[in-house]
């Protein structure tokens, strides 16, 4: 079966510019996560779909950072303004809602702002 | 959620086994532990997950102690693909929450 894509594979932007990165899950899978992993570290959760409906945006930086996922299917994550700190590996995964935790991630866009 | 300890590095022979330990002795009785992991430039893979007895899938065994406080992931005979960070991941209701992982090298 096809994996998450996530699109673009790279980008680099300069502070208070905007981006958006965009991700296709896995086809039935109702449940979209988009992750921050900062280098060196684990990845954060920054928001969570299920459906077309946010179920945990807690950790989202809601001044600059906002997603969406119409339809329940693919979902777009933007940042406007950016800064110098969102710079970033933003990976999306997805997981059915009776697949418990066993998420599917893409590989990820990795952002400098510079 | 839980905290959890994991060792910051570990190396490996190519096949051989190796065992990566993972603390959580704040778990809860809900709590399942998760083990996730990350191939450079990738994103995070699934590889097992159990709540108190041992489990084994094509990927990997996972050892949990007795009271729950720690548990044993063990790559039965690694490969040089297996070089990754490993994640213990305690969780229950709440979201899946990642720490820092164990890098693991396997070396030929």
């Known amino acids: 079966e096809a994996g998450v894509a996530q699109s673009p594979r790279y980008k680099i932007i300069e502070k208070r510019q905007s981006v958006a990165f965009w991700c296709n899950p896995i086809?039935?899978?109702?449940?979209l996560y988009w992750y921050q992993q900062i280098l060196g570290q684990g990845p954060k959760l920054l928001i969570q779909?299920?459906?077309?409906?946010?179920?945990?945006d807690s950790q989202l930086p809601k001044d600059r950072f906002s997603a969406e996922r119409l339809k329940g299917v693919d979902s777009t994550l933007k940042i406007q303004p950016a800064k110098l700190e969102d710079s970033a590996v933003y990976l999306c995964?997805?997981?059915?809602?009776?697949?418990?935790?066993?998420?599917?991630f893409g590989s990820g866009t990795q952002l400098s702002v510079l | 959620d839980a905290k959890t300890t994991q060792p910051p590095s570990m190396d490996c022979a190519e096949g051989r086994a190796a065992n990566l330990p993972c603390n959580h002795s704040t778990i809860s009785g809900n709590e399942y532990v998760y083990w996730y992991r990350q191939i450079h430039s990738q994103g995070p893979q699934y590889i097992i997950h159990g709540l108190k007895n041992n489990e084994t899938n094509e990927m990997a065994s996972l050892i949990i102690t007795e009271d729950r406080k720690s548990s044993t992931l063990i790559l039965p005979h690694a490969t040089l693909r297996d070089t990754a960070v490993y994640y213990c991941?305690?969780?229950?209701?709440?979201?899946?929450?990642f720490g820092a992982g164990t890098q693991v090298v396997v070396t030929p």
């Open positions: 086809s039935g899978h109702a449940t």
């Open positions: 779909f299920q459906n077309n409906g946010v179920v945990d």
């Open positions: 991941i305690p969780k229950g209701w709440g979201k899946l929450q």
């Open positions: 995964a997805s997981s059915t809602p009776r697949g418990g935790e066993k998420l599917f």
